[in-house]
């Protein structure tokens, strides 16, 4: 699997940083999901895995990654 580019890095960062006020974790993970590449799509996967985020960002990170495979079609 390729290793995703900085700038996902930064933004599944942000997005996964508990000490970021929610609106700037969803905002990055709009963001992600705005991309729309496969490297965004998993690593929208791999936060809707994350356990640490709260229910309803992992729904948000579930919702998003739906919205890029749906584009890929």
Do not use: W
Not at 55 to 73: D, F, N, V
């Amino acid at each position: 699997m390729a290793e995703p580019s900085t700038e996902l890095k930064k933004l599944a960062a942000v997005a996964t940083d508990l000490e970021f006020p929610i609106g700037v974790r969803t905002k990055a993970l709009e963001t992600l999901g705005n991309i729309g590449t496969h490297e965004a799509l998993l690593v929208l996967l791999d936060m809707a895995g994350n356990d640490k985020l709260t229910r309803k960002e992992r729904e948000l990170a579930l919702k998003h990654a739906g919205g890029i495979i749906k584009s890929i079609r």
